[in-house]
């Protein structure tokens, strides 16, 4: 009885998810990667890596 009505619930709460929410490569289905949504004015940096120098993955380079 217990594994019974989680299966539903879970069957249910699954079944209801909208998939319009979900984010789209280029946006949408048409792949025209224009979206409605305008960027704000005042754009910042928000984090910066500094990373060491490159170096080869072997000492014997041939």
């Not at 217990?2 to 699954?14: G, K």
């Amino acid at each position: 009885m217990n594994r019974a009505l989680v299966f539903l619930v879970l069957a249910f709460a699954t079944a209801r998810s909208p998939a319009a929410d979900w984010p789209m490569w280029r946006y949408d289905a048409e792949r025209t990667a224009e979206s409605p949504q305008q960027l704000p004015g005042d754009l910042e940096l928000l984090w910066h890596r500094d990373l060491p120098e490159p170096r080869p993955a072997f000492d014997d380079v041939r």
